[in-house]
């Protein structure tokens, strides 16, 4: 089993559509990270969070230490916001490796 | 205030050939972390480097990779011979603080081995 596990791997959605991503993950942590990558493109920080909730513009990351547990929320989505969202913990061990989730592919048809 | 910059974007190599690739950070930050991504497949961290130092190069193969973040200038990751299994995306990431800083990417070197 993996240390960090997201969920669905593929989300297939209509515009409009307000989408959710789960992570969970095994490990203690000192920090969470969820990033975006467009097919071929780079890679963009989207939210680094310990504990309660972020919220920037359409988007939302929300975090459970004690579950263990995070969602990335998107609404009122949109073509655009069609990537790859990988989840990232910093463990707890370690002041700077991140433990890597597989990713949830994300379509958003128009 | 620039971003990360890499470059090249895309670098095409023969077997046994040179690859380097170079990673400037962001202003300020002065710790630099390379990733490389397989095709369909997740990042998976290779090196950990501040200025003039290797912290972590615990995600490197063994043989003929090599990384270095001198004074002055980028950040290198050298791959000698390279191979058609080198094919991929390297990444590099920049902070400013390495325990609790946000990381900042760049746009990735697509390496392609012929």
């Known amino acids: 089993k993996n240390e960090v596990e997201q969920s669905p791997q593929n989300l297939t959605a209509q515009e409009g559509e307000f989408i959710t991503i789960n992570c969970s993950y095994s490990?203690?942590?000192?920090?969470l990270h969820w990033l975006q990558q467009h097919p071929g493109g780079g890679i963009v920080s989207l939210f680094m969070?310990?504990?309660?909730?972020k919220k920037h513009g359409r988007l939302i990351a929300t975090i459970n230490i004690q579950e263990k547990h995070s969602s990335l929320h998107i609404t009122a989505s949109h073509p655009r916001d069609s990537a790859v969202y990988i989840c990232?913990?910093?463990?707890?061990?370690?002041?700077?490796?991140?433990?890597w989730g597989a990713g949830t592919k994300l379509i958003i048809k128009p | 205030n620039a971003g990360v910059m890499q470059n090249p974007r895309h670098l095409v190599r023969r077997r046994g050939q040179e690859a380097r690739l170079r990673c400037s950070p962001m202003?300020?930050?002065?710790?630099v972390y390379w990733y490389r991504q397989l095709p369909e497949e997740g990042l998976k961290f290779m090196v950990y480097?501040?200025?003039?130092?290797?912290?972590?190069e615990s995600g490197m193969p063994k043989e003929r990779f090599s990384a270095e973040f001198p004074k002055e200038g980028p950040s290198i990751l050298r791959i000698q011979q390279v191979v058609r299994g080198d094919s991929a995306a390297y990444f590099c990431?920049?902070?400013?603080?390495?325990?609790?800083?946000?990381?900042?990417f760049g746009e990735g070197s697509r390496l392609t081995v012929l």
């Open positions: 990431a920049s902070n400013l603080v390495a325990g609790t800083g946000e990381l900042f």
């Open positions: 202003k300020g930050h002065s710790h």
């Open positions: 480097l501040q200025k003039e130092n290797i912290i972590d």
């Open positions: 490990v203690g942590i000192s920090a």
């Open positions: 969070l310990s504990s309660g909730k």
């Open positions: 990232a913990v910093r463990s707890g061990d370690s002041n700077y490796q991140l433990i």
